[in-house]
């Protein structure tokens, strides 16, 4: 079983896929967390994430053991992070890791922009989780100030509608429901009721005959 959640940052999507996966007994990967990783990498050798060769190679070195879950989840890394998700040669050296771990025989969980649309299109359950602009950027700055990052409501809001239309007007794989994705939209619910109403769209679907 593959269950693939998308969403733009901040709906709540990476918590509803890590409660799936705990609740199905799924492995689960965060596929923006190699993005975010990859951007990291790039500003971390002194080169612009939106560089393609300097994205490519950092993407190349990638170890997913590796990676630091505290320094890719800053605001900084979110952005450059979109910078590099535009480069196709990037997409396209992460798609091959991502479709590997997908292929595991148990089954598994996967949150990203593409996963229902391109790394998953055969996905036996499909989530397009969002949220409103002004919800998702009170939740990301909540989550930054909790680990001691200021930034202003604004400039971060600013941050996110600026990646929310990279990432949904980029070419390769842009964000986008996949067309027999189930909408989860999260604005007015707590996590612990997304996360029911998603566990309720994931046992409908199974109960379908050929699921």
């Given at each position: 079983?593959?269950?693939?959640?998308?969403?733009?940052?901040?709906?709540?999507?990476?918590?509803?896929?890590?409660?799936?996966?705990?609740?199905?007994?799924?492995?689960?990967?965060?596929?923006?967390?190699?993005?975010?990783?990859?951007?990291?990498?790039?500003?971390?050798?002194g080169a612009d994430p939106a560089d393609e060769n300097a994205a490519v190679a950092a993407a190349e070195a990638l170890d997913l053991g590796a990676i630091d879950e505290a320094r890719i989840r800053t605001s900084a890394a979110g952005v450059a992070a979109s910078h590099v998700a535009a480069i196709p040669a990037v997409r396209a050296v992460l798609r091959r890791a991502q479709r590997a771990f997908a292929a595991d025989p148990?089954?598994?969980?996967?949150?990203?922009?593409?996963?229902?649309?391109?790394?998953?299109?055969?996905?036996?359950?499909?989530?397009?989780?969002?949220?409103?602009?002004?919800?998702?950027?009170?939740?990301?700055?909540?989550?930054?100030?909790?680990?001691?990052?200021?930034?202003?409501?604004?400039?971060?809001?600013?941050?996110?509608?600026?990646?929310?239309?990279?990432?949904?007007?980029?070419?390769?794989?842009?964000?986008?429901?996949?067309?027999?994705?189930?909408?989860?939209?999260?604005?007015?619910?707590?996590?612990?009721?997304?996360?029911?109403?998603?566990?309720?769209?994931?046992?409908?679907?199974?109960?379908?005959?050929?699921?």
């Amino acid at each position: 079983m593959i269950i693939a959640v998308d969403g733009p940052t901040a709906s709540g999507k990476g918590t509803i896929a890590a409660r799936l996966a705990a609740h199905y007994g799924l492995k689960r990967l965060d596929t923006g967390a190699l993005y975010r990783a990859v951007g990291l990498a790039a500003l971390d050798a002194g080169a612009d994430p939106a560089d393609e060769n300097a994205a490519v190679a950092a993407a190349e070195a990638l170890d997913l053991g590796a990676i630091d879950e505290a320094r890719i989840r800053t605001s900084a890394a979110g952005v450059a992070a979109s910078h590099v998700a535009a480069i196709p040669a990037v997409r396209a050296v992460l798609r091959r890791a991502q479709r590997a771990f997908a292929a595991d025989p148990k089954g598994a969980v996967l949150d990203g922009r593409d996963i229902g649309t391109v790394i998953c299109p055969d996905a036996t359950v499909k989530l397009f989780v969002t949220a409103s602009l002004p919800v998702r950027t009170q939740r990301r700055l909540a989550e930054l100030r909790a680990r001691g990052e200021q930034i202003s409501y604004a400039d971060l809001e600013r941050q996110i509608a600026d990646r929310d239309a990279r990432d949904m007007n980029r070419k390769d794989s842009p964000l986008r429901p996949a067309s027999d994705a189930h909408l989860l939209d999260t604005t007015d619910l707590s996590i612990e009721a997304a996360v029911e109403a998603a566990r309720r769209i994931v046992d409908t679907a199974l109960a379908q005959p050929g699921a």
